[in-house]
């Protein structure tokens, strides 16, 4: 079965950097192009990044692009997300997606 783990994420202060892992397994992931997502509390999910199954496309929502990287290894069947000058807005559960499958999320708070 589909599984999508994510990893990475904790408590950073304004400016700081994480990097997000999310482990896929139970499908070719290789052929697969694959999302992160994120929800901040009392709001919507949001799509974050997209990645085309080679890693040649990539999109960004408006308010992080310039700041954060999504990237894959298809040897490794993992997507990650590279976030820098973090800010408290991005506080945040982020979600790796695939298709309708979603991960467990991994909470991301950006605080002094």
């Known amino acids: 079965q589909v599984q999508l783990v994510e990893s990475g994420g904790g408590l950073v202060q304004p400016g700081g950097s994480l990097r997000l892992s999310c482990a896929a397994s139970?499908?070719?992931?290789?052929?697969?192009?694959m999302s992160w997502y994120r929800q901040a509390p009392g709001k919507e999910r949001e799509l974050v990044a997209t990645?085309?199954?080679?890693?040649?496309?990539?999109n960004y929502a408006d308010s992080v692009k310039g700041r954060f990287t999504i990237s894959r290894d298809n040897a490794k069947n993992t997507v990650y997300l590279q976030m820098n000058s973090l800010k408290p807005e991005d506080t945040a559960v982020y979600y790796c997606?695939?298709?309708?499958?979603w991960g467990q999320g991994i909470q991301v708070t950006v605080s002094s």
């Open positions: 990645i085309t199954n080679g890693g040649g496309r990539t």
């Open positions: 997606r695939f298709r309708n499958f």
């Open positions: 139970g499908f070719t992931f290789s052929s697969n192009a």
